[in-house]
Antibody, heavy 115, light 107 residues
Framework: EVQLVESGGDLVQPGGSLRLSCAAS????????MNWVRQAPGQGLEWVAN????????HYVDSVKGRFTISRDNAKSSLYLQMNSLRAEDTAVYYC????????WGQGTLVTVSS | DIQMTQSPSSLSASVGDRVTITCRAS??????LAWFQQKPGKAPKSLIY???SLQSGVPSKFSGSGSGTDFTLTITSLQPEDFATYYC?????????FGGGTKVDIK
């Protein structure tokens, strides 16, 4: 069974940092582009970042450039999102998804940025 | 950035109805278009990719069409489990973008 399981969400103060993880199973992780997508409370979906199979290419939405870093460890079938200089507007459920067409989603992990 | 405009933003329908949701891209995206269903408190579920290809395990009551800038998602014979919010998403260029969503509720 294809599965994505996110972890690492927490309550953090503005300006703080957090690292999210996504553990993949049931498919060949190293063969797929991977994404992070977020959803603020009561709002729609927003793509955050993605990374190529070998990690050689990364893309970000403008609002997180310079603050967030996406990475992966194919040996561990894991995807990561390092989030620095967090702002209140980064508060959201963060989902890990597979491929450009996002055929597979994790259950999400909640990040709350508040003092 | 490519803007994705969904219409309507909400609709009320009855069990057994046929429902059509439209998604318009601000620029041509060929067929790089996906559709998702999301129920309250749950992660989105992929329904369709490449504008008209059904994801494995998704019932054939869901269908997608379109190319370029105009796309539609059709749900035939609406059932209670189909009441949800539906999103389109383009993956033709960066940044990847989603439509604002269409909430389908019970009339």
């Amino acid at each position: 069974e294809v599965q994505l399981v996110e972890s690492g969400g927490d309550l953090v103060q503005p300006g703080g940092s957090l690292r999210l993880s996504c553990a993949a199973s049931g498919f060949t992780f190293s063969s797929h582009w991977m994404n992070w997508v977020r959803q603020a409370p009561g709002q729609g979906l927003e793509w955050v970042a993605n990374i190529k199979q070998d990690g050689s290419e990364k893309h970000y939405v403008d609002s997180v450039k310079g603050r967030f870093t996406i990475s992966r460890d194919n040996a561990k079938s894991s995807l990561y999102l390092q989030m620095n200089s967090l702002r209140a507007e980064d508060t959201a459920v963060y989902y890990c998804t597979r491929d450009f067409s996002m055929g597979c989603w994790g259950q999400g992990t909640l990040v709350t940025v508040s003092s | 950035d490519i803007q994705m405009t969904q219409s309507p933003s909400s609709l009320s329908a009855s069990v057994g109805d046929r429902v059509t949701i439209t998604c318009r891209a601000s620029q041509g995206i060929s067929n790089y278009l996906a559709w998702f269903q999301q129920k309250p408190g749950k992660a989105p579920k992929s329904l369709i990719y490449a504008a008209s290809s059904l994801q494995s395990g998704v019932p054939s009551k869901f269908s997608g069409s379109g190319s370029g800038t105009d796309f539609t998602l059709t749900i035939t014979s609406l059932q209670p489990e189909d009441f949800a919010t539906y999103y389109c998403q383009q993956y033709g260029s960066y940044p990847l973008t989603f439509g604002g969503g269409t909430k389908v509720d019970i009339k």
